[in-house]
C-alpha cells in the first residue's frame, strides 16, 4: 500500500485524536470540578448523554459480538467465520467504552468494585454490573487468541483454542442475561418513563433490539472497513446478516406494538405530543426503515440501500435505548434536560479513543485472519516485517498528524470548558443593595417599550415639580443598576393586602425582615438580613450581648432591641424604610423593623382577621412569628387555621 | 418492633418552615443556594431535604422523603448504600455509594437529590434523623419537634394510622377521607390528612398500590435459570449440528474431525 492510498486512514486517525485531545481536558474537568459543572444533569434528570448513549448504547452496539459467536460457533454458518474477530473486538471495545463512560458518569466512581463484594442481588443494575464485568473478560479472552497468534505465543493460543466453544457459551448466556437487564432497569422507573415506552416486557425488548442492532452494526462495521481499507464489500455476508437483521427488526416491532396494544396504550400515539412524533420517528428508522431497505429487492442488492438501511437502524436503535435511559422520561417542573456540549464531546471522545485502540489493534494483529481471497481485493491489513511499519505510510508522519490532532483537541479542550463555566458552576451572586427611597421622574423613551426612571435632586424637583414620585428603589443585583420596585404590584400578585406578611417577616432563619432575595434567590450573596456576627465583632464581641439582648428578659432572641432602637439604627431605618405607595393606598410609614410589624401590620391584621374571619396569614396571632414561644395550639385555633379557599 | 413513621396533617399547617429550619441545622446541610440545577431554592434540593409545596388552595404541604415499605431506591441500589432500616427509617451511606443515582431514577415520588456541584457527591434526602434517633441525641426526628402547630408528629406507624382514623372519624367534614401513604406504593412511613386534592403536592394519581421494586424482582428471579437455560440451549445447538456435519463428513470422507472449533 502505498502513504497515498492511505490519506483515509491518516486523516480519519488525526480527527479522533483531535476529538480525545478535547475530551480529555473535559474529563479532568468533570473530576474536578464535579458532575454540575461539566453536564447538564439536574435532580430531575439525574441520567443523561453518558448513561444513555455511552452505557446503554455501546452495550447494545456491542451485541454484534455475541450474535456473530452464537451464528458461528452455535449454528455453525462457517461463512460468517471471517467477521468474527472483527465484531469479538467491537464488543471488546464497545464494553471498555461502556466502562470508561461510566466512569465519567459515576459520581463516586472509586466505589465501582463494590457490587463484587456487596451482594445486592435485588438490584438490576447490581446485575448488569456483573454481567458486564464477566462479559468483557470472556470479551478479553475470546480476543486474546488473536494477540497470541500475532505475538507468536503458540502454547496459550491452543489452551485458548480449546476454551472457545465455552467462552461462546458463558458470552451467549451474560450477553441474554445483561441485554435485557439494561430494561429491567427501567422497570423500576415506571414512574418517569412515557407510557410509549414503559413496558413490563422492557427486558425481551432490550434483548431483542440488541440483536437486531448487533447485526446492523456488523454490517455498518464490513461496510465502513470496506471503505476504509478500499476494498469491496462482502456481499454474500452482507445479504446473509441484513436478512436476519430485517427479520429481528420486525419481531421487535411487533412485540413493541403488540404489547402497546394489549395493554391499551397505544392510544398515546394519538395525543400529538412531542412523545408521540419521536416514538414514530424511533420506531420507522430503527425498525420499519431498515426492514424495509434490508427485504426489497431493488434496495437490498444495492450499496447505498444497504448502507442507509444499517446506518439508520443503528441509530434507531441506539436511539430507543437513549429514549429510555432519558430523553422519554416524564419532565417535572418543566426540566427539560439538553447535553451540555462538553457531554457531547465526552461522549465522541469515548468512542474516538476506542476507534482509534481498534485502528491500533487490526493493524499490528491479524484481526481479519480469513478475509475471502477475492481478486482485486486487498488482503487483511498486516504487518510490514521487513521496515515495521504498517499500512504504508511513513509512521512519523502519522503520529505527528495525530499529535498534532491531540494538542489541538486539548487546547479546543481548554477553550471549552473555560467558556463554559460561567453558565454551568453556581452562578455568582452580588448581594442585593439596601432598599432606598428616592423621588423620580418617568423619562419617555419612544418607541422603546417599558420605561425609564430619572432619580432627581431636590434642585431638580423644586425647579419641575411635575411626575414626580417617591419611590423605593432596590440594587438590580447583577448588573449594578437600580430598579424601581414596584410594590403596589407585589402586593397584588402576592394576595392583596393580607399578603403583607409574605414578604415582611417571612419568619425564615435569625431575624430577616425577608428582602427581596428571600424570594428573588438569584440575586443574594448570604439571605440574613441581620448579619448577627458583624453586630457581635462591632459591639465588642461575646461582653456585648446585652448591648442589644436586655437581660432578665427570656427568652434572649425574642427580646433583642429592634434595629431602630435611638442608640443603634434609629436614625438610619426611619428613612431608610420609608416604603412609599405609588398607588392611592396611604403611603405605609414604617420606622423600623419591629414597629412596622407591630403597629402597622398586627394592628390592622388583628382588626381584619376577627372582621372578616380570614386567617392568613395568620399575623394577629403571636406564634406566627415567635415560635420559640409557641404552645400546643387549642383545638379552636386549629380549626381557624383552617383555610378558606382565595 | 417499633417502626417510625410520621404523620402530617395538611389542615394544621401554617407554613412557617421551622420544620426545615431545623432540618437543615439538625443535618448540617448549610444554606439554600442557587444552582443551574436547582431554579427554584425553596424547592427540595441537596441542602433542604424537607420543603413546603404551595397549593393552588393555598396550603402547605410537606416535601420530604416517604420511607416507603418496599422502597424502590433499596431496591435500585447495586451496592447497598440505600437501606431499610428494621425500625422503617430509609437511610443512606455516603462511603458505600459509587455515585450511578440509579436511586433517583427509581424514586416514584422523586425525592432523592444529588449534590452537583461537588466533586465528592452524596445522594441527600430524609433519614428520620435516623443516627441521632437511634442514639437518643433526639427523641424524635427534628422536623416534627419544630412543628409549632403539631401539624406534622413522629410516632409509630399503627398507632399514627389509627391516630389519622381518628380524626377522619373525629370531623369528617374537615378532611377528605384518604390517608394518604396508607397504601400507595405497598405503603410508606409518611403519612397525610388533607381538606384538599394532594395529586400535584407530591402524591401523583397515577401512583397506585402495588410496591414498584416487585415486578423487578421477578424477573432478576428468573436470571440463574434463563443462564442456565441459554447455555444448555447454545450447547444443545452447538452439539446436534456439529454431530449432524460430523456424521455427514464421516459419510462423504475420512478426514475433519475438529469441527466448531477454530
Same mark, same amino acid.
Given at each position: 500500500?502505498?502513504?497515498?492510498?492511505?490519506?483515509?486512514?491518516?486523516?480519519?486517525?488525526?480527527?479522533?485524536?483531535?476529538?480525545?485531545?478535547?475530551?480529555?481536558?473535559?474529563?479532568?474537568?468533570?473530576?474536578?470540578?464535579?458532575?454540575?459543572?461539566?453536564?447538564?444533569?439536574?435532580?430531575?434528570?439525574?441520567?443523561?448523554?453518558?448513561?444513555?448513549?455511552?452505557?446503554?448504547?455501546?452495550?447494545?452496539?456491542?451485541?454484534?459480538?455475541?450474535?456473530?459467536?452464537?451464528?458461528?460457533?452455535?449454528?455453525?454458518?462457517? *461463512?460468517?467465520?471471517?467477521?468474527?474477530?472483527?465484531?469479538?473486538?467491537?464488543?471488546?471495545?464497545?464494553?471498555?467504552?461502556?466502562?470508561?463512560?461510566?466512569?465519567?458518569?459515576?459520581?463516586?466512581?472509586?466505589?465501582?468494585?463494590?457490587?463484587?463484594?456487596?451482594?445486592?442481588?435485588?438490584?438490576?443494575?447490581?446485575?448488569?454490573?456483573?454481567?458486564?464485568?464477566?462479559?468483557?473478560?470472556?470479551?478479553?479472552?475470546?480476543?486474546?487468541?488473536?494477540?497470541?497468534?500475532?505475538? *507468536?505465543?503458540?502454547?496459550?493460543?491452543?489452551?485458548?483454542?480449546?476454551?472457545?466453544?465455552?467462552?461462546?457459551?458463558?458470552?451467549?448466556?451474560?450477553?441474554?442475561?445483561?441485554?435485557?437487564?439494561?430494561?429491567?432497569?427501567?422497570?423500576?422507573?415506571?414512574?418517569?418513563?412515557?407510557?410509549?415506552?414503559?413496558?413490563?416486557?422492557?427486558?425481551?425488548?432490550?434483548?431483542?433490539?440488541?440483536?437486531?442492532?448487533?447485526?446492523?452494526?456488523?454490517?455498518?462495521?464490513?461496510?465502513?472497513?470496506?471503505?476504509?481499507?478500499?476494498?469491496?464489500?462482502?456481499?454474500?455476508?452482507?445479504?446473509?446478516?441484513?436478512?436476519?437483521?430485517?427479520?429481528?427488526?420486525?419481531?421487535?416491532?411487533?412485540?413493541?406494538?403488540?404489547?402497546?396494544?394489549?395493554?391499551?396504550?397505544?392510544?398515546?400515539?394519538?395525543?400529538?405530543?412531542?412523545?408521540?412524533?419521536?416514538?414514530?420517528?424511533?420506531?420507522?428508522?430503527?425498525?420499519?426503515?431498515?426492514?424495509?431497505?434490508?427485504?426489497?429487492?431493488?434496495? *437490498?442488492?444495492?450499496?447505498?440501500?444497504?448502507?442507509?438501511?444499517?446506518?439508520?437502524?443503528?441509530?434507531?436503535?441506539?436511539?430507543?435505548?437513549?429514549?429510555?435511559?432519558?430523553?422519554?422520561?416524564?419532565?417535572?417542573?418543566?426540566?427539560?434536560?439538553?447535553?451540555?456540549?462538553?457531554?457531547?464531546?465526552?461522549?465522541?471522545?469515548?468512542?474516538?479513543?476506542?476507534?482509534?485502540?481498534?485502528?491500533?489493534?487490526?493493524?499490528?494483529?491479524?484481526?481479519?485472519?480469513?478475509?475471502?481471497?477475492?481478486?482485486?481485493?486487498?488482503?487483511?491489513?498486516?504487518?510490514?516485517?521487513?521496515?515495521?511499519?504498517?499500512?504504508?505510510?511513513?509512521?512519523?508522519?502519522?503520529?505527528?498528524?495525530?499529535?498534532?490532532?491531540?494538542?489541538?483537541?486539548?487546547?479546543?479542550?481548554?477553550?471549552?470548558?473555560?467558556?463554559?463555566?460561567?453558565?454551568?458552576?453556581?452562578?455568582?451572586?452580588?448581594?442585593?443593595p439596601?432598599a432606598r427611597t428616592a423621588l423620580i421622574r418617568e423619562v419617555k423613551r419612544n418607541p422603546s417599550p417599558g420605561h425609564r426612571l430619572e432619580v432627581l435632586s431636590p434642585e431638580q424637583v423644586?425647579q419641575d415639580p411635575d411626575g414626580i414620585e417617591a419611590a423605593l428603589l432596590v440594587g438590580g443585583g447583577r448588573n449594578g443598576r437600580v430598579v424601581l420596585f414596584p410594590h403596589q404590584a407585589h402586593?397584588?400578585?402576592?394576595?392583596?393586602?393580607?399578603?403583607?406578611?409574605?414578604?415582611?417577616?417571612?419568619?425564615?432563619?435569625?431575624?430577616?425582615?425577608?428582602?427581596?432575595?428571600?424570594?428573588?434567590?438569584?440575586m443574594?450573596?448570604?439571605?440574613?438580613?441581620?448579619?448577627?456576627?458583624?453586630?457581635?465583632?462591632?459591639?465588642?464581641?461575646?461582653?456585648?450581648?446585652?448591648?442589644?439582648?436586655?437581660?432578665?428578659?427570656?427568652?434572649?432572641?425574642?427580646?433583642?432591641?429592634?434595629?431602630?432602637?435611638?442608640?443603634?439604627?434609629?436614625?438610619?431605618?426611619?428613612?431608610?424604610?420609608?416604603?412609599i405607595n405609588r398607588s392611592?393606598?396611604?403611603?405605609?410609614?414604617?420606622?423600623?423593623?419591629?414597629?412596622?410589624?407591630?403597629?402597622?401590620?398586627?394592628?390592622?391584621?388583628?382588626?381584619?382577621?376577627?372582621?372578616?374571619?380570614?386567617?392568613?396569614?395568620?399575623?394577629?396571632?403571636?406564634?406566627?412569628?415567635?415560635?420559640?414561644?409557641?404552645?400546643?395550639?387549642?383545638?379552636?385555633?386549629?380549626?381557624?387555621?383552617?383555610?378558606?379557599?382565595? | 418492633?417499633?417502626?417510625?413513621?410520621?404523620?402530617?396533617?395538611?389542615?394544621?399547617?401554617?407554613?412557617?418552615?421551622?420544620?426545615?429550619?431545623?432540618?437543615?441545622?439538625?443535618?448540617?446541610?448549610?444554606?439554600?443556594?442557587?444552582?443551574?440545577?436547582?431554579?427554584?431554592?425553596?424547592?427540595?434540593?441537596?441542602?433542604?431535604?424537607?420543603?413546603?409545596?404551595?397549593?393552588?388552595?393555598? *396550603?402547605?404541604?410537606?416535601?420530604?422523603?416517604?420511607?416507603?415499605?418496599?422502597?424502590?431506591?433499596?431496591?435500585?441500589?447495586?451496592?447497598?448504600?440505600?437501606?431499610?432500616?428494621?425500625?422503617?427509617?430509609?437511610?443512606?451511606?455516603?462511603?458505600?455509594?459509587?455515585?450511578?443515582?440509579?436511586?433517583?431514577?427509581?424514586?416514584?415520588?422523586?425525592?432523592?437529590?444529588?449534590?452537583?456541584?461537588?466533586?465528592?457527591?452524596?445522594?441527600?434526602?430524609?433519614?428520620?434523623?435516623?443516627?441521632?434517633?437511634?442514639?437518643?441525641?433526639?427523641?424524635?426526628?427534628?422536623?416534627?419537634?419544630?412543628?409549632?402547630?403539631?401539624?406534622?408528629?413522629?410516632?409509630?406507624?399503627?398507632?399514627?394510622?389509627?391516630?389519622?382514623?381518628?380524626?377522619?372519624?373525629?370531623?369528617?367534614?374537615?378532611?377528605?377521607?384518604?390517608?394518604?401513604?396508607?397504601?400507595?406504593?405497598?405503603?410508606?412511613?409518611?403519612?397525610?390528612?388533607?381538606?384538599?386534592?394532594?395529586?400535584?403536592?407530591?402524591?401523583?394519581?397515577?401512583?397506585?398500590?402495588?410496591?414498584?421494586?416487585?415486578?423487578?424482582?421477578?424477573?432478576?428471579?428468573?436470571?440463574?435459570?434463563?443462564?442456565?437455560?441459554?447455555?444448555?440451549?447454545?450447547?444443545?445447538?452447538?452439539?446436534?449440528?456439529?454431530?449432524?456435519?460430523?456424521?455427514?463428513?464421516?459419510?462423504?470422507?475420512?478426514?475433519?474431525?475438529?469441527?466448531?472449533?477454530?
Open positions: 500500500m502505498s502513504g497515498a492510498n492511505n490519506s483515509r486512514l491518516v486523516l480519519t486517525r488525526a480527527v479522533l485524536w483531535l476529538v480525545v485531545g478535547i475530551a480529555a481536558v473535559v474529563a479532568v474537568n468533570r473530576f474536578a470540578r464535579g458532575l454540575g459543572a461539566t453536564t447538564a444533569l439536574t435532580d430531575a434528570t439525574p441520567w443523561g448523554l453518558w448513561i444513555g448513549f455511552d452505557v446503554l448504547a455501546g452495550v447494545a452496539l456491542a451485541a454484534g459480538g455475541f450474535v456473530i459467536a452464537a451464528t458461528v460457533y452455535i449454528f455453525h454458518l462457517d *461463512r460468517y467465520h471471517a467477521i468474527v474477530r472483527p465484531a469479538v473486538l467491537t464488543a471488546f471495545l464497545g464494553y471498555v467504552a461502556v466502562v470508561l463512560g461510566l466512569l465519567m458518569d459515576l459520581g463516586r466512581p472509586w466505589n465501582i468494585w463494590r457490587p463484587m463484594l456487596f451482594w445486592q442481588p435485588h438490584s438490576p443494575l447490581f446485575e448488569v454490573a456483573w454481567c458486564v464485568m464477566l462479559y468483557l473478560t470472556v470479551l478479553a479472552l475470546e480476543f486474546a487468541p488473536v494477540v497470541f497468534e500475532g505475538l *507468536r505465543l503458540e502454547r496459550p493460543l491452543r489452551i485458548m483454542r480449546r476454551l472457545t466453544l465455552l467462552l461462546v457459551i458463558a458470552g451467549i448466556g451474560l450477553s441474554t442475561l445483561h441485554q435485557s437487564s439494561l430494561g429491567t432497569l427501567f422497570l423500576l422507573a415506571r414512574d418517569r418513563l412515557h407510557p410509549l415506552w414503559y413496558s413490563p416486557i422492557l427486558p425481551l425488548l432490550f434483548l431483542v433490539s440488541a440483536v437486531a442492532l448487533g447485526l446492523m452494526m456488523v454490517t455498518c462495521e464490513s461496510l465502513a472497513s470496506s471503505w476504509l481499507f478500499r476494498h469491496r464489500p462482502e456481499w454474500p455476508l452482507l445479504g446473509g446478516l441484513t436478512r436476519a437483521a430485517a427479520v429481528v427488526s420486525l419481531l421487535y416491532l411487533a412485540l413493541r406494538l403488540g404489547d402497546l396494544a394489549w395493554r391499551h396504550q397505544l392510544v398515546y400515539l394519538l395525543e400529538g405530543s412531542w412523545a408521540s412524533v419521536l416514538f414514530v420517528f424511533e420506531i420507522g428508522i430503527s425498525a420499519v426503515v431498515p426492514a424495509l431497505l434490508f427485504l426489497l429487492p431493488s434496495t *437490498r442488492t444495492s450499496h447505498a440501500g444497504v448502507a442507509t438501511g444499517a446506518v439508520l437502524g443503528v441509530g434507531g436503535f441506539v436511539l430507543y435505548r437513549a429514549d429510555v435511559g432519558g430523553i422519554a422520561h416524564l419532565a417535572v417542573g418543566g426540566h427539560h434536560y439538553v447535553p451540555a456540549l462538553t457531554e457531547i464531546v465526552v461522549s465522541a471522545g469515548v468512542v474516538s479513543a476506542m476507534a482509534l485502540v481498534f485502528l491500533f489493534l487490526v493493524e499490528r494483529f491479524p484481526v481479519w485472519e480469513e478475509r475471502p481471497q477475492v481478486p482485486g481485493h486487498f488482503t487483511a491489513p498486516m504487518r510490514d516485517r521487513v521496515t515495521g511499519t504498517f499500512f504504508g505510510g511513513p509512521w512519523f508522519s502519522r503520529a505527528h498528524l495525530g499529535a498534532a490532532g491531540l494538542a489541538l483537541g486539548m487546547v479546543l479542550g481548554v477553550a471549552l470548558v473555560e467558556a463554559d463555566a460561567p453558565t454551568s458552576a453556581a452562578a455568582r451572586l452580588r448581594p442585593v439596601a423644586t402586593q397584588q400578585r402576592l394576595g392583596g393586602p393580607a399578603s403583607c406578611g409574605k414578604c415582611h417577616h417571612r419568619n425564615l432563619r435569625h431575624d430577616r425582615g425577608t428582602p427581596c432575595t428571600a424570594c428573588h434567590r438569584d443574594y450573596a448570604a439571605t440574613d438580613t441581620f448579619a448577627h456576627q458583624p453586630h457581635v465583632e462591632g459591639l465588642g464581641g461575646n461582653a456585648s450581648c446585652t448591648k442589644c439582648h436586655q437581660a432578665g428578659t427570656a427568652p434572649a432572641r425574642a427580646s433583642a432591641r429592634a434595629c431602630d432602637a435611638p442608640a443603634c439604627h434609629g436614625g438610619d431605618v426611619s428613612t431608610a424604610a420609608v416604603a392611592k393606598l396611604p403611603a405605609g410609614y414604617a420606622p423600623g423593623y419591629r414597629r412596622a410589624m407591630h403597629t402597622l401590620c398586627i394592628g390592622c391584621h388583628t382588626r381584619h382577621e376577627q372582621k372578616t374571619k380570614v386567617t392568613t396569614p395568620y399575623l394577629s396571632r403571636c406564634t406566627t412569628c415567635h415560635r420559640d414561644r409557641a404552645v400546643e395550639p387549642e383545638p379552636a385555633t386549629v380549626v381557624v387555621a383552617r383555610l378558606e379557599a382565595p | 418492633m417499633k417502626h417510625f413513621a410520621i404523620l402530617t396533617d395538611v389542615t394544621r399547617c401554617i407554613g412557617c418552615e421551622a420544620c426545615v429550619e431545623a432540618c437543615q441545622k439538625t443535618n448540617g446541610t448549610g444554606d439554600d443556594a442557587p444552582h443551574r440545577w436547582q431554579p427554584d431554592p425553596n424547592a427540595l434540593s441537596s441542602s433542604r431535604w424537607t420543603t413546603l409545596a404551595h397549593t393552588r388552595e393555598g *396550603r402547605f404541604v410537606r416535601v420530604h422523603c416517604r420511607h416507603c415499605l418496599d422502597p424502590s431506591c433499596v431496591a435500585a441500589c447495586p451496592v447497598g448504600a440505600m437501606r431499610r432500616t428494621p425500625q422503617g427509617a430509609v437511610v443512606y451511606d455516603p462511603e458505600i455509594c459509587m455515585g450511578c443515582r440509579y436511586c433517583m431514577i427509581a424514586c416514584p415520588f422523586r425525592m432523592t437529590r444529588y449534590e452537583w456541584s461537588s466533586a465528592v457527591p452524596k445522594v441527600r434526602k430524609c433519614i428520620l434523623c435516623y443516627q441521632k434517633v437511634m442514639s437518643g441525641e433526639l427523641e424524635q426526628p427534628a422536623c416534627t419537634a419544630a412543628c409549632p402547630t403539631k401539624a406534622t408528629v413522629f410516632g409509630e406507624r399503627e398507632a399514627l394510622l389509627a391516630e389519622a382514623r381518628r380524626r377522619l372519624a373525629a370531623e369528617p367534614e374537615r378532611y377528605i377521607q384518604h390517608i394518604w401513604g396508607e397504601h400507595e406504593v405497598g405503603g410508606t412511613s409518611v403519612l397525610y390528612l388533607s381538606d384538599v386534592p394532594l395529586d400535584e403536592a407530591g402524591w401523583p394519581r397515577t401512583l397506585g398500590d402495588h410496591p414498584r421494586p416487585k415486578l423487578a424482582r421477578e424477573v432478576l428471579g428468573t436470571v440463574p435459570w434463563t443462564f442456565a437455560g441459554v447455555a444448555v440451549a447454545c450447547y444443545g445447538v452447538h452439539w446436534t449440528l456439529d454431530r449432524r456435519r460430523k456424521v455427514a463428513a464421516a459419510e462423504h470422507s475420512h478426514e475433519d474431525e475438529d469441527g466448531g472449533e477454530q
